[in-house]
């Protein structure tokens, strides 16, 4: 299955389309959640965006790898993104919804934020690469 998913993010980075497929996916995942917390998804958006294309040509944000520690294989993933998010003061103190949102996630800090938004766009990538792997 990990092969199968490292041929599929393979395809995004050798087709610029596919590519944004791919991160189209992620940031929906990570746009719900700024959406929830009272975030700019717009600007974590562009900033996603504007990160892929930091070579000169426009690549998927995650990378995955089958890598060897101690003599065994492991698959591995991961997502960098540059965001700035916010986990107080403006609109996140006085809509009554932020406010239920960060009371549901255990108040996260800002870095704590942007981890979980790392962490749920991964998570979306990951879930369509193994159903497009199957």
């Known amino acids: 299955m990990a092969r199968k998913i490292i041929e599929a993010y393979d395809f995004a980075r050798k087709d610029v389309y596919r590519a944004s497929t791919h991160n189209k996916g992620i940031?929906?995942?990570?746009?719900?959640?700024?959406?929830?917390?009272?975030?700019?998804?717009?600007?974590?958006?562009?900033?996603?965006?504007?990160?892929?294309?930091?070579?000169?040509?426009?690549?998927?944000?995650?990378?995955?790898?089958?890598?060897?520690?101690?003599?065994?294989?492991?698959?591995?993933?991961?997502?960098?993104?540059?965001?700035?998010?916010?986990?107080?003061?403006?609109v996140i103190n006085k809509n009554p919804l932020y406010k239920s949102t960060f009371e549901i996630m255990g108040h996260p800090n800002a870095q704590e934020l942007s981890q979980i938004l790392v962490c749920v766009g991964l998570a979306q990538n990951f879930a369509a690469l193994r159903a497009l792997a199957i």
């Open 27 to 90: 940031m929906n995942g990570i746009d719900s959640v700024c959406l929830a917390t009272g975030q700019d998804w717009r600007a974590v958006e562009a900033a996603a965006h504007t990160y892929a294309n930091r070579t000169g040509k426009y690549m998927p944000l995650t990378h995955y790898e089958i890598i060897q520690k101690n003599g065994e294989e492991y698959f591995k993933g991961s997502l960098e993104l540059p965001i700035a998010v916010g986990s107080v003061g403006g």
